[in-house]
């Protein structure tokens, strides 16, 4: 499956920004999807995912209570909001998918088979 990243930009610090990952013409109920993001420097990692059916939301700690992760899958797209946006929010994020429908959702980048070309995120201080 492509997936396809969108919604990145420049925002201040305390600011907030919605990035998408849409699935175009393909049935993305059928897979969890999370979101990672990587710094300049620094190892890709984790940042939140959602159930198939959206049921369920796991979030990384530097972000719980800021990111809010959700899908529709009527429109084949999942959501990050992200609000009060801090400068070590700075990273290409990057959307994947797991097919994985009746499993468990995971948070490590090995179990997902798929993945989005990344949107650049800056935030300035």
């Known amino acids: 499956v492509q997936l396809q990243a969108s919604g990145g930009g420049l925002v201040q610090a305390g600011g907030y920004l919605r990035v998408s990952c849409a699935a175009p013409?393909?049935?993305?109920?059928?897979?969890?999807t999370g979101w990672f993001r990587q710094a300049p420097g620094k190892e890709r990692e984790f940042v939140a995912a959602?159930?198939?059916?959206?049921?369920?939301?796991y979030y990384a700690d530097s972000v719980k209570g800021r990111f809010t992760i959700s899908r529709d899958n009527a429109k084949n797209t999942v959501y990050l909001q992200m609000n009060s946006l801090k400068p070590e929010d700075t990273a290409v994020y990057y959307c994947?998918?797991?097919?994985?429908?009746?499993?468990?959702?995971?948070?490590?980048?090995?179990?997902?088979?798929?993945w989005g070309q990344g949107t650049q995120v800056t935030v300035s201080s």
């Open positions: 994947a998918a797991d097919y994985n429908r009746l499993g468990s959702v995971r948070v490590d980048e090995d179990s997902y088979e798929y």
């Open positions: 013409g393909r049935a993305f109920s059928s897979y969890h």
């Open positions: 959602i159930s198939w059916n959206g049921g369920r939301t």
